[in-house]
């Protein structure tokens, strides 16, 4: 079964977007499930910002570029991926409290975080809103490692992928895509 699909963002900029993708395995062929990301667009000057942050090694808390936000309706689709990862031997539930987890490619780390909100409506009850979230962040590294991935970055380099090189998710990672699930069937 080749697959692809398109997340995108609560934000509706659609360049904001994670992509999954399969390909047909053969028999013996571990199961794969491989993975981009598109940034939000921005001008150049917030580039620049973006970029020297980066350059100073400042951790923030969005990544190093706008939060991706899920969109809940997208949840079934995401649950195939893990379907096909683990065979669907595990179901997925919903999460009923805040977590957070990362994964990584070569070249960046993924932050993903179900995290609430609360707030008064004007009646006075109180309103919890869930939200999930995938931050990137370029890979920390030495000052030419950064000078590099900036430069790159600002010249408006794109692999092939997606605005980065592409991660993997195998079958031990089946249960990070149901946890994004789970986290979705909160919100
Ligand atoms: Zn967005």
Wanted: hydrophobic residues 35%.
């Amino acid at each position: 079964m080749e697959k692809t699909e398109f997340f995108i963002c609560k934000c509706h900029d659609i360049s904001h977007q994670l992509v999954l993708e399969t390909l047909e395995p053969t028999e013996d062929e571990e199961r794969v499930v491989y993975g981009c990301f598109h940034i939000v667009h921005l001008e150049f000057w917030d580039k620049l910002k973006s970029a020297t942050k980066y350059l100073f090694g400042r951790k923030r808390k969005d990544g190093d570029f706008d939060a991706l936000l899920l969109r809940p309706e997208d949840a079934d689709r995401m649950e195939w991926f893990a379907n096909f990862l683990d065979g669907g031997v595990s179901a997925t539930d919903k999460a009923v409290a805040p977590f957070y987890f990362t994964f990584s490619s070569k070249e960046n780390v993924y932050d993903v975080a179900l995290e609430f909100y609360q707030y008064k409506l004007n009646d006075g009850s109180i309103q919890t809103e869930y939200e999930m979230s995938v931050c990137v962040s370029l890979k920390p590294g030495n000052i030419l490692y950064r000078l590099y991935r900036a430069a790159k970055y600002l010249s408006g380099y794109r692999s092939c992928y997606g605005d980065f090189d592409s991660f993997e998710f195998l079958p031990v990672d089946a249960a990070k895509l149901r946890s994004m699930v789970s986290g979705l069937r909160a919100c």
